[in-house]
């Protein structure tokens, strides 16, 4: 490989890397019940996710990479994006609340 052709590689990588930078969101977390027990009691905190794709998808891997003891729980969670359910994977702007909300079970 010719040097050109290595820095039009390095450039590409450098393109990539700010692309996935650009791409990356800043949302609000709000844990409640059991998720908020499974953090060690954290009630909200600020994560950033995104590179390929900034969605719940992505929030949930996040939380879980944070969190380990959060894997189970978020199994049978829902998760509300700004005050709504959201229903399958859903696209996170910057500044969203998402809310884990864990089953709700009454008497």
Known sequence: QT???????DDER???AADVDI???RVQVLYFA???EATGGTTEESFEVGGAAADTDAL????????????SVLESCVLAVN???ATGNTALSEGCEVAVI???SGG
Do not use: F, N, T, W
Not at 3 to 9: I, P, V, Y
Not at 60 to 71: C, F, M
């Open 102 to 104: 864990p089953p709700i």
């Open 23 to 25: 791409e990356m969101v």
């Open 14 to 16: 450098a393109r990539v």
């Open 34 to 36: 059991r998720a908020r």
């Open 3 to 9: 040097s050109e052709a290595r820095g039009l590689a």
């Open 83 to 85: 005050q709504e359910y």
């Open 60 to 71: 949930r891997a996040a939380l879980v990479e944070k969190h380990p003891s959060l894997q």
